[in-house]
């Protein structure tokens, strides 16, 4: 069974104990999944419970007081650290009386208080608590009173190269696709529920099913050739714009995925888009015909580039 809470106080969640790791877990990259990975061997080793903590916002977006860019909402971070095997998780809200909760506080509280921690495993240069006041010697030394140890695991490299949140978003800003889904172990994708929108692309010939990013903000923008899957479709060519439509004077960003040779209807199902190319950055054109020729010219475009890749995924 799987236990999910947003509260700092509260029952304990883990009554046999847990092997714990903390973290912001933006995207769960394969940087992520090597500490993951370590918590739930150690937690079969000891018979405990593997579990995460983390915080929705992530703390640099409190702190910048605004959004930022992000690989994941906070539903597909359950989504992963739940497949990454944690069965017990702690998406703490992070607000101003947490970020001014002291070091031992937190230890005391969320921890012990909350996950009975008897083994917990952290990253390199690992901070907590006000001020970020918190390092590894001072959990090393409230474990010695607490009845738990404290370990920090060497970073996870890819040929070398340290994987985080920020080089990631940095591919994915740059369009390298590829070496981003590298890092993240898997392609980037942004998953929703389809919403109705205007109805102008049906009314152009080009039906898009429209998911909302809320207050996410992507780390990337404009029109590329995708990939949609869920609502029982599967890798489904399609190609998508990213942005604010300033042609018709949009003002919220919307994610809209035309999907190729489909007459389904989405609407309220949850669909997973996966980026694959980018084609060209949003523009605003001067009249609707000029978009309309323009769209042609994207689709016909990624047509090509999908079913180039399908040839050469069917060819490895």
């Known amino acids: 069974?799987?236990?999910?809470?947003?509260?700092?106080?509260?029952?304990?969640?883990?009554?046999?104990?847990?092997?714990?790791?903390?973290?912001a877990f933006d995207g769960v990259h394969r940087g992520h999944r090597y500490v993951l990975d370590h918590v739930c061997?150690?937690?079969?080793?000891?018979?405990?419970?593997?579990?995460?903590?983390?915080?929705?916002?992530?703390?640099?977006?409190?702190?910048?007081?605004?959004?930022?860019?992000?690989?994941?909402?906070?539903?597909?971070?359950?989504?992963?650290?739940?497949?990454?095997?944690?069965?017990?998780?702690?998406?703490?809200?992070?607000?101003?009386?947490l970020a001014a909760m002291s070091a031992e506080d937190f230890v005391a509280r969320v921890l012990v208080g909350r996950l009975a921690a008897r083994e917990v495993l952290v990253g390199q240069d690992f901070r907590f608590g006000h001020g970020r006041r918190g390092d590894l010697a001072l959990l090393q030394r409230l474990g010695a009173e607490h009845g738990f140890v404290a370990r920090e695991l060497a970073p996870f490299a890819a040929d070398g190269e340290r994987i985080s949140s920020s080089a990631i978003r940095g591919l994915l800003a740059d369009s390298r696709f590829d070496a981003a889904?590298?890092?993240?172990?898997?392609?980037?994708?942004?998953?929703?529920?389809?919403?109705?929108?205007?109805?102008?692309?049906?009314?152009?010939?080009?039906?898009t099913a429209n998911l909302r990013l809320g207050r996410r903000l992507a780390p990337l923008a404009?029109?590329?050739?995708?990939?949609?899957s869920g609502a029982g479709l599967h890798a489904h060519p399609s190609v998508a714009s990213l942005g604010v439509r300033p042609t018709v004077a949009g003002i919220e960003p919307l994610l809209e995925a035309h999907l190729f040779d489909y007459d389904g209807d989405l609407y309220g199902r949850r669909i997973?888009?996966?980026?694959?190319?980018?084609?060209?950055?949003?523009?605003?054109?001067?009249?609707?015909?000029?978009?309309?020729?323009?769209?042609?010219?994207?689709?016909?475009a990624a047509r090509r580039i999908l079913g180039a890749a399908a040839n050469a995924a069917a060819g490895a």
């Not at 069974?1 to 714990?20: F, I, K, N, Q, W």
């Not at 898997?186 to 102008?200: C, E, S």
């Open 1 to 23: 069974m799987h236990t999910l809470s947003r509260d700092v106080a509260g029952p304990v969640l883990a009554p046999r104990g847990s092997v714990v790791c903390i973290g």
């Open 41 to 97: 061997r150690r937690a079969a080793e000891l018979n405990l419970d593997p579990a995460a903590i983390s915080f929705e916002p992530i703390p640099r977006e409190f702190f910048a007081r605004g959004a930022l860019a992000r690989l994941s909402s906070p539903r597909d971070k359950i989504v992963q650290l739940r497949a990454a095997g944690m069965r017990r998780l702690l998406l703490l809200r992070f607000n101003a009386a």
């Open 181 to 207: 889904a590298r890092l993240l172990g898997r392609p980037f994708a942004i998953d929703g529920k389809v919403v109705h929108g205007q109805q102008l692309g049906r009314r152009l010939g080009y039906p």
């Open 222 to 228: 404009g029109i590329f050739a995708v990939r949609v």
């Open 272 to 300: 997973e888009v996966e980026f694959v190319a980018k084609l060209r950055d949003e523009e605003k054109f001067p009249d609707l015909t000029s978009m309309v020729r323009q769209i042609d010219a994207d689709a016909a």
